[in-house]
């Protein structure tokens, strides 16, 4: 009873902190044997913290950090989880049939050997050798993996990645090459395919090693300088030679990728260029080993948030997140400037010029005119192919007052998005590339007046660029001469964007800057070669930008941002966010994805004096309907297609033999044959 009582009275009526069993026993022996000679003095007990009514451990910002970034990692991870595992375990949920295993069925099986060639961004690159911060780094990955070195140490992780600004080749003491074989680019990232699902579908008819092969290459590098430094363009030359004697003699179908299209169209001229510039593999090359080129998601003519992302290192996404919060890319927590950091990275590679937009005003538009004119912004709404009829083009659409300027790629203010362009000052660009030149020579630059990663431009030269209003597709190269000069110098030594008058002038045949630009150079002398181009439709594309002066007077930022506060009238949704969009695969415009096949190229013109076939395949953009159709199995979208079962059933019936005209010939759902219609170009 008296144990009872004991325990009571500790429990309701004198509650103590509880102890450690190792303490308690400590006390205990202080208790059981005490020392006579010492007696402690009392001490004053230090003031315990206020404890919070709640109970719970007070967060800081760096915890909430690390909590968002774990609940990110745990919900993809969970949804990778249920897109493998679930469709096995659910009762009645079918896993749909793969189009390889369905053609597998049908009796098609491997004929021609087929040849990937990876575009920008997508193929994997490892670091052969470093600077001190990279020491434990050698051959993994730097880009196209895990992506965890962004975060343990950027500024070397950028480093490594950039190239030199006077060559545009190595820096000195760094090393990074293209990752080699099929895993150069089957997956970008964990779980994330780019070509895996084409590469999978093609092995169940019988394709591996011998007669499928990856043409990695380093995909920042200009295209020539990938056969200086790495001899690249000879390296396919001579796997494409190979495949076709191992295979039987079987011409090869190539299936290019986004930049990896104009990347093999240069390849195309450069192995019939005698050496030392180029292959020496004669006129009748391509006729006897190529069958066809399929092109996936082709840049061709150029994609216009090339722009803006070598202007002011952004595009949609980016002034999405600064106007959802403005700290997260513009602090300068450890001294990084990240917009200003990727842009300066960005601009030694000088592939990325290979994608600015091409034809200039003719084809493109100018200050009044572009070929998407009265196009529906509203893509839902749009008619089927078989009910638009020629009226239907020219007819204003409904809920648009004024046509969307297009041809204006950048615009200072919604106002010069839309006003005539009589009202525009006369200032050209070249005066401010003038300016530009006059004002180095004439002033020593402070940090106060630098405003780029690479120029020094104090506030008068930004105010004449402002001034200016808009921009087309013509003298947006001169903007980006004046604020990019180093860039432009370097890469226009390797890039042509005009439209040739005399394509029989030998400069074109001579120099490799003119041979990635269809408008520049002749398709190969080879009659039966086939040329297909594949793209999505359905997804609102970036065509045109609203900018703004950046209130930032940091040094070394960046003067300009797209204004993404600015948006259309209600009703009109071709303007929002600062950013005009049109039909196409949410990154490269119809435009320049399918006029060539519908135009440019189509019967014998004077870019295809042999008379090669071209085909135009369209995939209407359908989005996944669950989480359980991943990335969705009729998507549109620039990469995400590359899983597209339509798309794959293409590659594999022309790689097993089948011609054009034999899968279909065009499917056309765009506006593509009236926008090549009001392009005004000899052809």
Avoid at 295 to 303: A, C, E, H, K, Y
Avoid at 426 to 451: F, G, H, M, Y
């Amino acid at each position: 009873m008296g144990s009872i009582l004991r325990f009571r009275k500790l429990s309701y009526l004198a509650p103590v902190k509880l102890h450690t069993e190792k303490k308690v026993e400590q006390e205990k022996k202080a208790v059981d044997f005490p020392n006579p000679c010492f007696s402690p003095e009392p001490t004053k007990r230090a003031p315990s913290p206020p404890v919070r009514r709640s109970g719970g451990k007070e967060w800081r910002c760096m915890d909430n950090c690390c909590w968002m970034i774990g609940f990110l990692c745990t919900t993809w991870w969970l949804c990778l989880f249920l897109f493998n595992c679930l469709p096995a375990t659910l009762p009645g949920f079918q896993v749909p049939e793969s189009p390889g295993v369905r053609l597998k069925r049908e009796g098609l099986t491997a004929l021609h050997p087929v040849v990937m060639v990876p575009g920008i961004v997508t193929g994997g690159l490892e670091l052969w050798e470093g600077k001190p911060c990279a020491e434990d780094l050698f051959r993994k990955r730097l880009w196209g993996g895990g992506f965890t070195e962004i975060f343990r140490r950027p500024l070397c992780w950028l480093e490594h990645l950039s190239l030199d600004n006077e060559t545009g080749l190595d820096p000195p003491g760094i090393r990074v090459r293209a990752v080699p074989g099929l895993v150069a680019a089957d997956y970008f990232g964990p779980g994330y395919f780019v070509w895996a699902v084409l590469i999978e579908n093609l092995a169940k008819i019988g394709y591996e090693g011998k007669n499928l092969y990856m043409a990695a290459y380093d995909w920042r590098l200009s295209f020539q300088n990938t056969e200086i430094r790495d001899q690249a363009l000879s390296r396919l030359k001579s796997k494409i030679e190979l495949m076709y004697v191992t295979n039987g003699y079987k011409k090869v179908v190539v299936v290019p990728h986004s930049m990896g299209v104009v990347y093999f169209l240069h390849f195309l001229k450069w192995v019939e260029t005698p050496p030392p510039v180029g292959g020496g593999g004669g006129s009748g090359w391509c006729s006897k080993h190529i069958k066809a080129v399929m092109n996936i998601g082709p840049t061709f003519l150029g994609v216009p948030k090339t722009v803006s992302n070598l202007f002011s290192g952004e595009a949609k996404d980016v002034a999405f997140l600064r106007a959802m919060d403005p700290g997260v890319l513009d602090s300068e927590m450890l001294g990084l400037q990240t917009v200003e950091h990727l842009l300066r990275a960005g601009r030694t590679w000088d592939s990325i010029v290979s994608l600015l937009p091409k034809g200039g005003e003719t084809i493109w538009g100018n200050l009044d005119w572009s070929p998407e004119e009265n196009h529906a912004c509203d893509l839902s709404k749009r008619k089927p192919l078989g009910e638009r009829n020629s009226t239907d083009g020219n007819a204003k659409r409904s809920g648009l007052k004024e046509p969307v300027k297009y041809g204006r790629m950048i615009s200072f203010g919604k106002a010069a998005a839309e006003l005539p362009s009589s009202l525009f000052p006369s200032l050209d660009p070249k005066d401010i590339l003038v300016a530009q030149t006059t004002t180095k020579k004439n002033s020593t630059s402070s940090c106060s007046e630098v405003r780029t990663e690479y120029d020094e431009m104090n506030r008068e030269i930004i105010r004449k660029i402002a001034e200016n209003k808009a921009y087309t597709a013509r003298t947006v190269l001169d903007l980006l001469r004046a604020v990019a000069p180093k860039m432009m110098k370097r890469a226009e030594a390797h890039f042509s964007h005009g439209i040739a008058d005399n394509l029989d002038d030998p400069k074109y045949t001579q120099h490799y800057k003119y041979w990635s630009n269809p408008l520049e150079t002749k398709l190969p002398d080879a009659p039966d070669m086939e040329i297909y181009c594949l793209y999505g439709v359905g997804i609102p594309t970036e065509r045109s930008y609203v900018y703004k002066q950046s209130p930032s007077s940091r040094c070394k930022s960046i003067p300009f941002r797209i204004d993404s506060s600015v948006n259309g009238d209600r009703g009109e949704s071709c303007l929002r966010g600062g950013v005009n969009f049109v039909d196409g695969d949410e990154s490269v415009p119809v435009l320049s994805a399918g006029f060539m096949c519908a135009k440019g190229w189509r019967g014998r013109t004077r870019f295809n004096p042999s008379g090669a076939s071209t085909y135009v395949r369209e995939y209407r953009h359908k989005p996944p309907a669950s989480l359980l159709e991943g990335r969705g199995a009729e998507s549109g979208a620039h990469v995400d297609i590359m899983g597209n079962v339509g798309l794959i059933e293409d590659v594999m019936r022309v790689a097993a033999g089948a011609t054009g005209l034999e899968i279909g010939g065009d499917r056309i759902h765009s506006d593509i044959v009236r926008m090549s219609d009001r392009i005004n170009i000899r052809l």
